[in-house]
């Protein structure tokens, strides 16, 4: 087995075990929003920039693990993006001093890095003053990329905000509510409202492609947007997506923001207005060193008390590199309020959201319609992670993320969104069948304007404590494009449920 295979084996089990639950009481979380920044050396004479982002769990009071994303935001390596799992430990050597190490096993590339097959390997140690609200960190990273040429020892710092929650271990009926007990008294509800985003870029005279030509063709994007509510108007936002139509597949952006809006007399009816600030580049798109600002406004109707529809209009800007647009978008939305207590009075009914988090492995197979270069012909390995929602004890919604880490294809990236269902458990397995569609690009993979669709489906073992063992397989296709495949996928995954609190 190889040492790759290994570190992503120890990442499943270190992000899944400290999970477990036969409990169907109400447990508290704890976690931590983390925001670093590090300058990594790609050659002897260029450094890039990137900035991370983490969501951390506190499994036990030494261990923690979760998520992190990193983006090139200086430098001339726009649209450089990794993903991947997040593991380590830490100690307090007084009341406010941590001291962390861990590893980040991810895959990514793009920017045209020497990313190689864009498995990417970040240990690091670090020290931190730990407040109340936040934290702060001094550290050093060592980042490589082992079938690539980079690699990069380098200081870095961070940030660290504390948030914590409520859920319950394993899916629910909503006939067990009245059982669930409270613990760890009585903690804020979360408004959070989840969208399906559609947009439009526009460039305007200037714009130019990597190759410094004036290119203001139109594309079409297509993501997610999370928007977590601060007070009644004020509001958060994180977004990712990426290109789905046009001559720029590849493109990709994350941003971070602020969003405000105005209730319109008393009609279900708001002024949104977003400001935000990210990295985005690849498709031959000049966004430079890779931050870019958006500012947009537009309008956000209610039309059920949970399904949302907003419409807005803008602008976004490189910050170093040419490019500049104007921006269109569309969201169909759904808006919650998750309850961390049992509330005491009649008001409010409380059903359980039924929820699970797989950590992926999956292997576009050998074909010569995957690569723009019809001489290449080799499997793409893929790291990636998926959120299922579910509608009811068998239907599931989910979102779904992958970036290759082998097979030539360092800088591929797919986001996916769909339907699945999973059927009952026969003597601890189970089926289930996926219809998804998405948008990928980058790695030279011939996929058009990034659009394509799978139809899958596979089977599941129960291995009880809320977790599940799954392989299967698909067939893959792309709207435009020679893109065209077969698929074998396996993962873990881990089943909870949040409590939805509703009037």
Same mark, same amino acid.
């Given at each position: 087995?190889?040492?790759?295979?290994?570190?992503?084996?120890?990442?499943?089990?270190s992000l899944s075990i400290p999970?477990?639950?036969?409990?169907?009481?109400?447990?508290?979380?704890?976690?931590?929003?983390?925001?670093?920044?590090?300058?990594?050396?790609?050659?002897?004479?260029?450094?890039?920039?990137?900035?991370?982002?983490?969501?951390?769990?506190?499994?036990?009071?030494?261990?923690?693990?979760?998520?992190?994303?990193?983006?090139?935001?200086?430098?001339?390596?726009?649209?450089?993006?990794?993903?991947?799992?997040?593991?380590?430990?830490?100690?307090?050597?007084?009341?406010?001093?941590?001291?962390?190490?861990?590893?980040?096993?991810?895959?990514?590339?793009?920017?045209?890095?020497?990313?190689?097959?864009?498995?990417?390997?970040?240990?690091?140690?670090?020290?931190?003053?730990?407040?109340?609200?936040?934290?702060?960190?001094?550290?050093?990273?060592?980042?490589?990329?082992?079938?690539?040429?980079?690699?990069?020892?380098?200081?870095?710092?961070?940030?660290?905000?504390?948030?914590?929650?409520?859920?319950?271990?394993?899916?629910?009926?909503?006939?067990?509510?009245?059982?669930?007990?409270?613990?760890?008294?009585?903690?804020?509800?979360?408004?959070?409202?989840?969208?399906?985003?559609?947009?439009?870029?526009?460039?305007r005279a200037g714009s130019k492609?990597?190759?410094?030509?004036?290119?203001?063709?139109?594309?079409?994007?297509?993501?997610?947007?999370?928007?977590?509510?601060?007070?009644?108007?004020?509001?958060?936002?994180?977004?990712?997506?990426?290109?789905?139509?046009?001559?720029?597949?590849?493109?990709?952006?994350?941003?971070?923001?602020?969003?405000?809006?105005?209730?319109?007399?008393?009609?279900?009816?708001?002024?949104?207005?977003?400001?935000?600030?990210g990295a985005s580049g690849g498709?031959?798109?000049?966004?430079?060193?890779?931050?870019?600002?958006?500012?947009?406004?537009?309008?956000?109707? !209610?039309? +059920?008390?949970?399904?949302?529809?907003?419409? /807005? &209009? *803008?602008?976004?800007?490189?910050? @170093? #590199?040419? %490019?500049? =647009?104007?921006?269109?978008?569309?969201?169909?939305?759904?808006?919650?309020?998750?309850?961390?207590?049992?509330?005491?009075?009649?008001?409010?009914?409380?059903?359980?959201?039924?929820?699970?988090?797989?950590?992926?492995?999956?292997?576009?197979?050998?074909?010569?319609?995957?690569?723009?270069?019809?001489?290449?012909?080799?499997?793409?390995?893929?790291?990636?992670?998926?959120?299922?929602?579910?509608?009811?004890?068998?239907? !599931?919604? +989910?979102?779904?993320?992958?970036?290759?880490? /082998? &097979? *030539?294809?360092?800088?591929?990236? @797919? #986001?996916? %969104?769909? =339907?699945?269902?999973?059927?009952?458990?026969?003597?601890?397995?189970?089926?289930?069948?996926?219809?998804?569609?998405?948008?990928?690009?980058?790695?030279?993979?011939?996929?058009?304007?990034?659009?394509?669709?799978?139809?899958?489906?596979?089977?599941?073992?129960?291995?009880?404590?809320?977790?599940?063992?799954?392989?299967?397989?698909?067939?893959?296709?792309?709207?435009?494009?020679?893109?065209?495949?077969?698929?074998?996928?396996?993962?873990?995954?881990?089943?909870?449920?949040?409590?939805?609190?509703?009037?």
């Open positions: 087995m190889r040492l790759k295979h290994i570190y992503f084996a120890l990442l499943l089990i999970l477990m639950s036969n409990s169907i009481s109400l447990d508290k979380y704890n976690a931590n929003y983390q925001i670093g920044y590090e300058k990594v050396a790609i050659t002897s004479d260029e450094d890039m920039g990137l900035v991370g982002l983490s969501v951390l769990f506190d499994f036990t009071n030494y261990w923690y693990g979760g998520v992190s994303l990193y983006g090139a935001v200086d430098g001339k390596r726009g649209g450089f993006f990794t993903v991947g799992a997040d593991s380590g430990l830490r100690y307090s050597v007084a009341d406010n001093l941590q001291l962390k190490s861990g590893l980040f096993l991810g895959a990514g590339g793009g920017g045209s890095a020497p990313q190689g097959g864009g498995l990417m390997l970040r240990p690091y140690v670090e020290g931190s003053y730990k407040g109340e609200d936040f934290s702060l960190g001094l550290g050093v990273s060592h980042i490589s990329f082992p079938n690539g040429d980079i690699e990069s020892t380098q200081v870095y710092i961070a940030a660290q905000i504390p948030t914590s929650g409520s859920y319950l271990g394993g899916h629910q009926n909503s006939d067990n509510t009245n059982d669930i007990v409270a613990e760890g008294g009585v903690l804020r509800d979360d408004t959070l409202d989840v969208s399906f985003l559609m947009e439009h870029y526009v460039p492609n990597v190759n410094s030509n004036i290119d203001t063709k139109p594309y079409s994007l297509a993501g997610i947007e999370f928007d977590i509510f601060l007070n009644d108007n004020l509001y958060g936002i994180f977004q990712a997506a990426g290109a789905g139509g046009g001559d720029s597949d590849g493109y990709m952006e994350i941003f971070g923001g602020l969003g405000y809006r105005y209730q319109i007399a008393n009609l279900p009816l708001y002024l949104d207005t977003q400001v935000a600030i498709g031959r798109v000049d966004t430079g060193g890779g931050l870019v600002y958006r500012a947009q406004a537009g309008l956000k109707a !209610y039309i +059920t008390d949970n399904v949302t529809l907003g419409m /807005k &209009g *803008g602008m976004i800007d490189a910050y @170093e #590199g040419t %490019f500049s =647009a104007t921006t269109y978008s569309a969201t169909l939305g759904y808006k919650g309020v998750i309850a961390n207590y049992i509330p005491s009075d009649d008001n409010h009914s409380i059903l359980p959201a039924n929820w699970g988090f797989r950590m992926l492995h999956k292997s576009h197979l050998d074909s010569d319609k995957l690569f723009k270069n019809s001489d290449r012909n080799m499997r793409i390995d893929l790291l990636g992670f998926a959120i299922d929602s579910y509608i009811n004890e068998n239907f !599931y919604l +989910t979102g779904q993320t992958y970036w290759a880490y /082998k &097979g *030539g294809a360092g800088g591929y990236a @797919e #986001g996916i %969104f769909g =339907a699945g269902y999973h059927s009952d458990l026969y003597q601890g397995f189970s089926l289930y069948t996926e219809a998804l569609a998405g948008v990928g690009g980058g790695g030279g993979v011939s996929i058009g304007g990034g659009l394509f669709g799978s139809i899958g489906t596979g089977v599941a073992y129960d291995i009880g404590n809320d977790l599940e063992a799954h392989i299967g397989g698909a067939y893959v296709r792309s709207k435009d494009g020679s893109f065209s495949t077969n698929n074998v996928l396996f993962g873990l995954s881990y089943r909870f449920s949040l409590l939805e609190k509703k009037r």
